[in-house]
């Protein structure tokens, strides 16, 4: 097959994701796949210029080294809110140009701009569309007041779908209650590689290197750092305490990282949080290992509250208990007793971690959450999701 993907977010700067790694597998069994992606991080991050050119970026990678996909980023005017009517055009002609060019047996498309165009040009070449949702992406655009716009989208999209894949049951709930048929909309989990999240691997080199003792105890968190992650809370939790021997250690960058710092200085906690900013994936396998337990300490806001992020699957695959919010859509994927234990706000994470210590369970729990997870492979999920996708074609 050919397969076009299209997402409104940096297919290269930002975490792997589910589409990442079936992306990538797919390419590794004979399947083309070209992505169309949104230098979403040009604010901050981006050259300074009015308006960028086409890029086109080969042999793009973020799990395996011997795959390489190709990314097109189209030209956007750099320019708060103009940058997405200006997309209406360049994204445009750009999907028209790889349904020539390409030929794509069908689209998946991811968010919701690049969506709704992908979405009539593939109904006005009979392409089949496939709308793989791992996010409520109204919640996502930036600029508030064009949320609802995003949603009116959304709806329709779903509704003309040929397919609706979704990484968890409460966002399939969600998307029915859209508008979208339950009889096309179907769950496809995230999926873990059990030889890459192998709970044998040693962590020791990580706490060496960041100077965490044998007997210390370490809270990790990795992934994108919003400022509704909970961390800043759970960061100042922990400067209320005496203990030094609990750690907090952080992989990843992104909104919150400078507040993080700040907290860090002005609580004189350099010794108790570790900032270790962004790492190679490769990496982070040893990063679990080196950890006690896991943390999800994020609010119970709308972006949150009905999808089930990758990482609890790798935390969890590692044998490592977590510490979650209650959020819906976590509660309802893991239950109870299954390696998760569940606190109301980002400011009890600490508590429940010392209960966790003083009581001995932090062992017991992390078998919990590998036994929970360790049936969904990312060859069985690969399975799935390309059986759908050939019924599809």
């Not at 995003?150 to 029915?176: H, M, P, S, W």
């Not at 570790?274 to 990063?287: S, V």
């Not at 690969?382 to 996708?389: G, H, K, S, V």
């Amino acid at each position: 097959m050919r397969i076009l993907i299209t997402q409104d977010t940096d297919w290269i700067k930002r975490n792997p994701g589910q589409q990442h790694h079936l992306a990538e597998r797919l390419l590794l069994r004979g399947h083309e796949i070209r992505v169309i992606d949104y230098e979403i991080l040009w604010r901050t991050e981006g050259k300074k210029e009015l308006f960028s050119k086409r890029q086109v970026f080969h042999n793009v990678s973020k799990i395996f080294k011997d795959v390489g996909i190709t990314v097109i980023r189209p030209p956007i005017l750099k320019i708060p809110i103009l940058d997405y009517f200006s997309m209406i055009f360049t994204y445009n002609r750009e999907i028209r140009k790889q349904i020539k060019e390409f030929a794509p047996n069908v689209i998946i498309t991811h968010s919701i701009l690049t969506n709704y165009l992908a979405m009539r040009l593939a109904r006005h070449n009979h392409i089949p569309l496939v709308y793989h949702m791992n996010d409520v992406n109204p919640t996502l655009i930036p600029f508030k007041p064009l949320q609802p716009v995003g949603r009116i989208i959304e709806k329709r999209i779903l509704r003309n779908a040929d397919k609706v894949i979704v990484i968890n049951e409460k966002l399939r709930e969600y998307a029915i209650n859209m508008g979208a048929d339950p009889e096309k909309t179907c769950v496809v989990r995230a999926g873990i590689d059990l030889e890459r999240f192998n709970p044998e691997i040693n962590g020791k080199e990580i706490r060496e290197k960041y100077g965490i003792k044998d007997d210390d105890i370490v809270l990790f968190f990795m992934g994108w750092l919003y400022h509704f992650s909970g961390l800043k809370e759970v960061a100042i939790e922990l400067s209320k305490i005496k203990d030094n021997t609990i750690k907090l250690l952080i992989v990843g960058d992104g909104d919150a990282f400078k507040d993080l710092q700040r907290i860090k200085e002005r609580y004189n906690m350099e010794d108790k949080i570790i900032l270790a900013g962004k790492q190679p994936y490769d990496n982070i396998p040893k990063f679990i290992a080196s950890s006690d337990i896991c943390l999800l300490p994020a609010y119970k806001n709308e972006v949150m509250k009905n999808i089930v992020p990758i990482k609890m699957y790798e935390y969890m695959v590692m044998r490592k208990p977590v510490i979650a919010t209650s959020l819906p859509g976590i509660m309802k994927e893991f239950g109870k007793d299954n390696g998760v234990i569940y606190v109301d706000r980002p400011e009890d994470v600490l508590k429940k971690a010392v209960e966790l210590i003083k009581d001995n369970r932090i062992e017991e729990e992390g078998r919990k959450a590998r036994k929970f997870v360790e049936k969904y492979s990312w060859d069985n999920i690969t399975d799935e999701f390309e059986r759908i996708l050939e019924e599809l074609v």
